[in-house]
């Protein structure tokens, strides 16, 4: 299956229905016109560079204190959770973005950093539904490495349960397509 590399720190944001979108412009390895949606389903793939306090609002700093007290056995990584894409918009609006900071837990910094990198390419806004599974460990392979956002992991994923509400999710997706329209 198709996994997403995204921090550590913002997956248990999105594991809690405290973060409900990702912001992607792609990583430096990936294809010059930036982030692409690969697969419309996909498990997240957490990863541990990168994360830094003043990249986070402050009231989310827990969760990357959760990271840094719990990390995964060496050698492997801990999958718990899988997404499905519902929404996918091109963003290039400052107003929009900062419009989007309900929906996510990084920093107004942060996201001003993403914005300069490759100022010609849009940010990716993805409005995402995601599902806990039971917590399975893989093998850290070479291929997982890099400045990547996509990789495959070969692995079948359980059926999970919806971190969300179908009623929170509906009313959460009506929200951010008021604002990204």
Same mark, same amino acid.
């Given at each position: 299956?198709?996994?997403?590399?995204?921090?550590?720190?913002?997956?248990?944001?999105?594991?809690?229905?405290?973060?409900?979108?990702?912001?992607?412009?792609?990583?430096?390895?990936?294809?010059?016109?930036?982030?692409?949606?690969?697969?419309?389903?996909?498990?997240?793939?957490?990863?541990?560079?990168?994360?830094?306090? &003043?990249?986070? =609002?402050?009231? *989310?700093? %827990?969760?990357?204190?959760?990271?840094?007290? +719990?990390? !995964?056995?060496?050698?492997?990584?801990?999958?718990?959770?899988?997404?499905?894409?519902?929404?996918?918009?091109?963003?290039?609006?400052?107003?929009?973005?900062?419009?989007?900071?309900?929906?996510?837990?990084?920093?107004?910094?942060?996201?001003?950093?993403?914005?300069?990198?490759?100022?010609? &390419?849009?940010? =990716?806004?993805? *409005?995402? %539904?995601?599902?806990?599974?039971?917590?399975? +460990?893989? !093998?850290?392979?070479?291929?997982?490495?890099?400045?990547?956002?996509?990789?495959?992991?070969?692995?079948?994923?359980?059926?999970?349960?919806?971190?969300?509400?179908?009623?929170?999710?509906?009313?959460?997706?009506?929200?951010?397509?008021?604002?990204?329209?």
């Amino acid at each position: 299956m198709e996994s997403l590399k995204e921090w550590a720190t913002v997956v248990n944001a999105l594991e809690k229905g405290e973060q409900i979108i990702i912001l992607r412009k792609g990583g430096i390895l990936d294809v010059a016109s930036g982030f692409k949606m690969e697969s419309k389903k996909f498990t997240l793939f957490p990863t541990q560079e990168h994360q830094e306090y &003043n990249h986070i =609002k402050p009231q *989310f700093h %827990k969760y990357l204190e959760q990271v840094k007290l +719990n990390p !995964p056995k060496n050698g492997f990584n801990r999958i718990t959770s899988y997404a499905e894409v519902l929404a996918e918009i091109d963003v290039s609006s400052e107003e929009t973005i900062k419009k989007l900071s309900p929906f996510h837990i990084w920093s107004d910094s942060y996201i001003n950093e993403r914005r300069n990198w490759k100022p010609d &390419n849009p940010m =990716k806004a993805v *409005f995402l %539904k995601v599902y806990k599974i039971p917590e399975f +460990n893989i !093998p850290l392979k070479s291929e997982y490495q890099g400045c990547k956002s996509w990789i495959n992991i070969n692995e079948e994923i359980p059926v999970g349960e919806a971190v969300l509400s179908d009623t929170e999710i509906e009313s959460k997706l009506n929200e951010f397509m008021d604002i990204v329209k």
